[in-house]
């Protein structure tokens, strides 16, 4: 691209409809003589609304209908400016508002790690927060009538409940803060170094894929520095424990694209999406909700946060409870809305089949991939590195046999090849079921047994689900055919399920859930998954996890923990960060961490939130249902009705309401109790990107390689290679042996279970 095309009077000119945003841009040549931006693309142009009327929430309403009749099927835009002025102008409704506070409780309370949060580790990157002092003063600031309009106290609530835990496992999407409109910038943005080695430096995206000989950068977002502006939106309300992991989810990658269909959060999307900082651009939501019932302020709320307006709870009365139980999969009513771009989800459903010309933008021609392109793998075809294999993991949610089947399809012609070295590439890993992480380090290190402790918080209802669910499993025996008392008998609640830390059987109640007072807070004891659990296994994926059952025997494809590296971007989150704690602390493999804030020093790998468990709430509800269905006790049923989640839910129509249930702890963090979540692990290397590596991530792969296996130079840290390398033998390499497959009966348990959700784990804009 020339140097930017527009002059600072065409930029005022551009944005001057839009506003706010600016972005100064500087070449190194001239030092910000020549400013300018990119033009907003074409499918977001605004057509500058004609006021009618004074109300803000009218002249949104005349914009949308304006541009849908002349611009039909192009998403709809306004100024931001105007879409914040129509937000502002919405009356509060004070008793929905209290009664949200309200009914959030019995779900927060779930949240395990709170009392670290409200007092964490002194090394801890962000303020304390006190989750119910923040419900507390929410609520008195509503009582006291404070609250400008409805608008305020939400974001207050978001700001606080949501943002500032910086926990991907829990996330409220208030109505009218994320109901209405999504928040675009139109600027695409990348962190990269210039020589590789100087620090990082923000520049436009379609600077970097048409390089010129002028090279410019950012220096300024709204008159602040913008590494600076950046990072203030990182400490507000980033989904990761990091702020350096936070920063890169900003910019572009290969790997966002690809893994989170999003070209950084700084242009949109994320968690950024509900922080209204004077973004650029508005464009309008539709789907159910109907524009033309807008004719004021009121009609605004009564439209877009109609979950307020449900008269009666249409919570399942008893005989719909009873029949609970018979169901199978209770379906869990997945809100639609507004409808996702190409999710991860869709691609999956876009068939199996491997498709010879499937190939993910940016990365080079695999050797394997997956038809949903979550799993993928590659040799590194130069010379110099013959001898590395490279497996991509977008995230650990796929198809489970066909995820296993791949990885392990990829190591036999990885050996086979000659390949000795793996790099595991989890840039942009979210997570995603639980045992595939498990699956997939067994595949690896099929030798060692994981060592993943983890515990729940022992709230009230947490207790009665444990107190109806413990006693209905006495005689129940997991098995590979369906059974009843699957549901119930496969949660945390039963005390007889998962294994206790040394991979015992629990021999009680109190056994497993104590409960054991730490930190000022109330736990159940430590427990372990059982990967050997048929219900969990051969049930639910028509497999086992290696080591376990059928797939016991197999033998490491590339050695020891030196022939192996972990290359991060921050974003590794959930399933993700459990898979990296047996990589890392019980094999011993190293790790590389691409980007970060422009400060000198080592940074994390696993940025995202490593709790081990999330739930929806809405699954939450679906248990206490279930639970309902089996007691009849006053106190447990009186508990149990708390779990109505029905309000709550229907008031986060935009993104389902999750919250973080169970802590990891390291094996050697027992007595502390701390959880993994408070604990800085930085990576062994840390490198940054530059052009070329955002460009086509085989760059990455080779600069990974070279520092990991070849001795080469990091921008911190730095890995050893051990002084006497051991030689395997290419007969030992050729004897890697692999179970024959599974027969995949098709017989699996389908995604909407509760056993299947029980063991699914995501991170959470
Ligand atoms: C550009 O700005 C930097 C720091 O702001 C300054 O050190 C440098 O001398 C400037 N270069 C030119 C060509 O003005
Ligand atoms: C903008 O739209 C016009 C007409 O639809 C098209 O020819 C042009 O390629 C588009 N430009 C971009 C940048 O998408
Ligand atoms: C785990 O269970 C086994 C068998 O019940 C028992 O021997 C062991 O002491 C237990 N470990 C812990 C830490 O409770
Ligand atoms: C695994 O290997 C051991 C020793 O080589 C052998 O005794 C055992 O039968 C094997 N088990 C399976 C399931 O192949």
């Not at 779900?107 to 304390?128: G, H």
Request: proline share 8%; glycine share 8%.
């Amino acid at each position: 691209m020339k140097p930017f095309p527009f002059t600072a009077v065409t930029l005022a000119v551009l944005l001057s409809s839009v506003v706010p945003v600016s972005a100064v841009v500087s070449s190194r040549r001239n030092n910000g003589t020549k400013c300018g931006g990119p033009k907003p693309s074409n499918s977001t142009t605004t057509v500058p609304p004609t006021p009618t009327t004074t109300e803000p929430c009218v002249v949104a309403r005349d914009a949308f209908n304006s541009q849908v009749t002349v611009f039909p099927g192009v998403v709809p835009t306004i100024a931001a400016s105007l879409a914040y002025e129509c937000l502002k102008s919405v009356p509060v409704h004070k008793e929905p508002a209290i009664r949200l506070l309200d009914e959030l409780e019995p779900f927060l309370e779930w949240q395990s790690d709170q009392a670290f949060l409200k007092n964490p580790p002194s090394d801890y990157p962000y303020p304390p927060v006190d989750i119910f002092g923040e419900l507390e003063r929410i609520r008195s600031n509503l009582e006291a009538d404070k609250y400008s309009g409805e608008l305020e106290w939400q974001e207050d609530l978001y700001k606080n409940i949501v943002g500032k835990p910086h926990n991907g496992h829990l996330a409220y999407h208030p109505d009218l803060l994320t109901v209405p409109f999504e928040w675009v910038r139109p600027f695409t943005l990348v962190s990269v170094s210039e020589d590789g080695i100087s620090l990082p430096v923000i520049k436009v995206l379609e600077d970097t894929l048409s390089p010129s000989e002028t090279s410019s950068h950012v220096v300024e977002i709204n008159g602040v520095d913008a590494a600076t502006f950046i990072e203030r939106r990182v400490t507000d309300s980033s989904n990761t424990q990091d702020p350096d992991a936070g920063y890169n989810t900003m910019f572009f990658s290969q790997a966002n694209k690809a893994g989170l269909q999003a070209s950084g959060y700084f242009e949109g999307g994320g968690r950024e999406r509900t922080t209204v900082e004077k973004p650029n651009i508005a464009k309008f939501h539709y789907g159910p909700y109907d524009w033309n019932n807008v004719v004021d302020a009121e009609t605004m709320h009564k439209e877009f946060c109609r979950g307020a307006y449900a008269t009666n709870s249409p919570r399942a009365t008893a005989r719909d409870v009873k029949s609970i139980r018979h169901t199978a999969a209770p379906t869990i009513s997945v809100r639609s809305y507004p409808p996702p771009p190409i999710s991860l989800a869709r691609r999956q459903d876009e068939g199996e089949d491997e498709d010879e010309s499937n190939k993910i933008d940016g990365y080079p021609e695999p050797i394997i991939i997956t038809g949903d392109q979550i799993v993928s793998g590659y040799f590194i075809d130069e010379p110099g590195f013959e001898d590395v294999a490279v497996l991509v993991i977008l995230s650990f949610s796929s198809d489970f046999l066909y995820f296993q089947s791949t990885v392990q399809e990829f190591f036999a012609k990885a050996v086979e090849a000659g390949k000795t070295k793996l790099i595991v590439d989890l840039q942009a890993n979210g997570g995603g079921t639980i045992l595939q992480g498990y699956d997939t380090f067994r595949q690896i290190f099929p030798d060692i047994v994981q060592d993943g402790p983890s515990r729940w918080r022992s709230s009230s209802t947490f207790n009665a689900l444990s107190q109806t669910f413990s006693p209905l499993c006495a005689n129940y025996t997991p098995k590979v055919d369906y059974q009843e008392l699957d549901n119930p008998c496969t949660t945390v609640n039963n005390w007889r399920n998962d294994l206790n830390d040394t991979n015992g059987r629990f021999t009680s109640y109190v056994d497993k859930f104590g409960p054991l007072t730490a930190s000022g807070d109330s736990y159940t004891n430590y427990m372990e998954w059982d990967p050997a659990n048929p219900v969990l296994t051969r049930q639910a994926f028509d497999t086992d996890i290696t080591g376990y059952g059928g797939r016991k025997n197999f033998t490491r494809p590339f050695g020891g923990p030196e022939n192996v590296v972990l290359l991060y971007d921050g974003y590794c989150a959930s399933t993700c960060s459990i898979f990296s704690q047996f990589m890392r602390h019980d094999a011993g493999v190293k790790s590389i961490a691409m980007g970060g804030r422009p400060l000198e020093g080592p940074i994390q790998g696993v940025g995202g939130v490593k709790g081990s468990q999330v739930y929806p709430f809405r699954q939450m509800g679906v248990l206490a249902d279930t639970a309902r269905s089996y007691t009849e006790n006053p106190a447990l049923v009186k508990e149990l009705q708390r779990l109505d989640d029905t309000y709550v839910t229907s008031r986060s129509p935009f993104q389902p309401p999750v919250v973080n249930v169970r802590d990891a702890v390291f094996p050697g963090e027992l007595e502390s109790g701390i959880p993994t979540q408070f604990i800085t692990e930085l990576a062994d290397c840390r490198l940054y990107w530059t052009e070329s590596m955002i460009q086509n991530t085989g760059e990455i792969w080779k600069a990974a390689a070279q520092a990991a296996f070849k001795g080469g130079k990091c921008a911190a840290g730095g890995i050893v290679q051990p002084l006497k390398r051991p030689q395997i033998p290419a007969s030992k390499l050729r004897g890697y042996r692999r179970h024959p497959l599974p027969v995949h009966r098709g017989k699996m348990l389908s995604s909407d279970s509760p056993i299947m959700q029980y063991m699914s784990i995501q991170v959470s804009d």
